[in-house]
């Protein structure tokens, strides 16, 4: 049985969750579109954003693992995403496909009534969508479309996947009186950043000669570009805290930390003088 999500993750059937989340931060960073100005790269991204979203679910997987490419009328991801044009949304459909709902008269998010039937007293509409991590950090609009009506949403700093927003009277419509639209909010993903709750953790690159003698570096955070003074003898993976750039805890009002994770690029020997070399090469410890 063809399974292409996992040839779009470049990863094996039989991969663990963190294989797969480990292949997607690779190829969403090498393809991300502010990063990758390629003819197709966009569209790559999309795939692999969508391929993401269903190998990262356990229900949705569940239910790929069982049924493979025929959900796809047969095609592989691909072909399935090609044929589906530039501007149709990919998480959308697939959240139509694994258990999104049926929707109502062509909702694109899935939902209904909340269990009452047209005519009964809860107009209220259920629906999900997708929001950007950044979005979802700084908060924001984000354009929906529902029942052929299209409007902006406010999406509040901070807010996490699984949290929900009500947009008043945006929900079906009956004897003069209009329900509410009930949206669960999933954030998408981020190449760059982990969360967890309220904490951001971030790698950012430094030369070997910067991790050895310390010098000073400019790092783009999602709140502001910073100045991080870098030590000498930095270690591979050691933490910075920076304080009250995380996340917005809409509770308390206060922001979480953000953490970066120093990632040494080692230079090529090749590209090094050969008397260094030579000089690293004999004097260098072993340990």
């Known amino acids: 049985m063809a399974k292409s999500l996992y040839e779009t993750l470049e990863v094996s059937e039989n991969a663990t969750a963190d294989e797969i989340k480990k292949a997607y931060r690779k190829l969403a960073r090498k393809y991300h579109p502010d990063v990758n100005k390629e003819a197709g790269a966009e569209d790559k991204f999309k795939e692999i954003n969508a391929a993401y979203e269903v190998l990262s679910d ?31 949304d990919l998480d959308e459909i697939l959240r139509q496909m694994f258990g999104g709902g049926s929707g ?54 901070g807010i996490s996947s699984g949290q929900k927003i009500r947009a008043k009277g945006k929900g079906k419509s009956y ?23 309220f904490t951001l953790t971030k790698y950012f690159d430094i030369p070997l000669k910067t991790a050895l ?48 994770k120093a990632n040494i690029i080692l230079p090529k020997i090749e590209d090094l003088d050969e008397t260094l070399v030579k000089q690293l090469e004999e004097k260098l410890p072993e340990n």
Do not use: W
Request: aromatic share 8%.
């Open 58 to 88: 356990k229900e949705k997987k569940m239910q790929y693992d069982q049924h493979g490419d025929s959900m796809f009328g047969g095609q592989n991801f691909h072909d399935f995403a090609q044929r589906q044009g530039h501007n149709v």
């Open 104 to 157: 109502f008269g062509g909702n694109p998010f899935g939902g209904g009534f909340s269990g009452h039937s047209f005519g009964g007293p809860d107009l209220d509409t259920q629906a999900q969508i997708t929001v950007a991590f950044d979005v979802a950090i700084l908060g924001g609009k984000q354009h929906i479309t529902m029942n052929s009506e299209s409007f902006d949403i406010k999406i509040p700093e």
């Open 175 to 197: 004897q003069g009186q209009r329900g509410d639209l009930i949206i669960t909010v999933n954030v998408a993903a981020s190449p760059e950043y982990e969360r967890d709750e």
């Open 213 to 260: 003698f310390g010098n000073k570096v400019l790092i783009k955070t999602l709140h502001k570009d910073i100045t991080l003074k870098v030590p000498q003898n930095t270690k591979q993976h050691q933490k910075f805290r920076v304080k009250e750039l995380g996340v917005l805890n809409r509770k308390t009002g206060l922001r979480g930390d953000l953490y970066l």
